[in-house]
């Protein structure tokens, strides 16, 4: 098939839309549901993410999509008892991909609600399943086992969409874009992203363990595919906090911070053993989680609110119990698109436990930045590798 016609594009009133190929055939099929515009949008840049992130580690992986950037990324990594729990697998033997993505859809689980899914490997009977109980708009892959398929298929009524992508398939070394009318043309950003990117190390501390280079690989690989200005903090191999598209790279350090404050938080003690009655819906839990966290949990107890998914009245957990918590968090990863033009990145990015970090460089600043790492004895590296993606 060259053309697939579409039902609109990004809004309804854009008619008419489709996507469709000058040579060859489109490297897809749509084995289930009406794909729509965004769908593809989302659809090829994660399975570019998962492709990418399973080469540099030799490891099976996913994304969770929303809105063109990544929710969520994750490679196989084995779950400790903790994430089970906080995940909601517990005591569940988890197959690889499965596992993959039950981290990249717990990355930010506020975040993926209604996301598009992403497998760098065959989706199974299990990986379907979990899959089935969330929300989700669809899902692209390589290959689905029968059982999968037919899993899937019974999703949404029926209509949720699954690609299939041809594993093979190699894009033109050019790429057009049409804005206002006008032609944009480059070369595909086909750079590879490997761990010779992390030997220029120009601060102190030198030493990369080896689940840092992996983990500064997820983060620098799902930023390549994050809409710009974008930072990354990875651990334990997956995203646990992506700031996407902001203006200012502080900013963008902050909100993928809280983001990785918020991930962390939902292992505390006292969020895991939250009195929830047993029919709350999945991101019914989610929310009260967020709100719990959150500064607006107060509030909410000076209502009635809270009665509806728990059974008793949870223990507050207070700001400096956050904080007290969060002076535990260390080795934790962090990527960034482009150089950090001053050392309040790198102080941001302290206090989310931030041992690793890998930036471009470049900046007139860098001996501020360098200075800044020294100080909280981080391990920096300069990529030399900008990866802005717009």
């Known amino acids: 098939m060259k053309e697939l016609e579409l039902k609109y594009g990004c809004n ?23 794909p729509g515009y965004i769908n593809l949008l989302d659809a090829m840049n994660s399975w570019q993410l998962v492709k990418e992130l399973k080469k540099a580690t030799g490891l099976p992986a996913a994304a969770s999509f929303k809105h063109v950037s990544p929710a969520g990324a994750a490679v196989a990594a084995p779950l400790s008892e903790i994430l089970q729990k906080v995940y909601f697998v517990e005591g569940i033997e988890l197959s690889p991909i499965a596992t993959a993505y039950i981290r990249a859809r717990g990355a930010d689980r506020m975040s993926s609600y209604g996301d598009f899914v992403a497998l760098s490997d065959e989706c199974d009977a299990q990986t379907a399943s979990f899959l089935a109980r969330e929300v989700s708009d669809g899902i692209i892959a390589p290959s689905y086992s029968d059982e999968a398929l037919e899993i899937l298929k019974t999703k949404r009524k029926g209509t949720y969409l699954v690609l299939q992508m041809d594993n093979d398939f190699q894009p033109a070394a050019l790429e057009h874009k049409e804005v206002f009318g006008i032609t944009f043309e480059q070369q595909r950003n086909d750079i590879e992203i490997s761990e ?24 620098l690989i799902t930023l390549k595919y994050t809409q710009s200005n974008s930072v990354c903090y990875a651990k334990d191999g997956q995203a646990i906090g992506i700031g996407a598209g902001q203006q200012s790279r502080v900013h963008c350090t902050r909100l993928a911070g809280n983001k990785a404050d918020v991930w962390h938080l939902r292992q505390h003690p006292k969020v895991l053993s939250l009195p929830f009655k047993d029919d709350v819906r999945r991101p019914d839990r989610d929310n009260a989680i967020d709100v719990y966290i959150s500064e607006e949990w107060e509030d909410l107890l000076e209502t009635d609110d809270w009665q509806r998914v728990f059974t008793e009245k949870p223990a507050p957990l207070s700001r400096e119990e956050k904080k007290e918590y969060l002076k535990t968090i260390t080795g934790v990863a962090l990527g960034s ?23 471009s460089g470049g900046s007139i600043r860098d001996d501020n930045v360098i200075e800044t790492a020294n100080k909280y004895d981080i391990t920096m590296a300069f990529t030399h590798i900008r990866l802005f993606h717009h």
């Open 196 to 219: 010779e990117c992390l030997k220029d190390i120009p601060t102190d501390s030198k030493e990369f363990s080896a689940e840092a280079r992996r983990d500064l690989l997820i983060a």
């Open 12 to 34: 309804p009133n854009q008619k008419p839309a489709r996507v469709f190929m000058e040579k060859g055939e489109l490297p897809f099929t749509v084995l289930n549901g009406k």
């Open 337 to 359: 698109d482009a150089f950090f033009p001053f050392g309040d990145n790198v102080e941001r990015a302290h206090k989310s436990g931030v041992k690793y970090i890998a930036q």
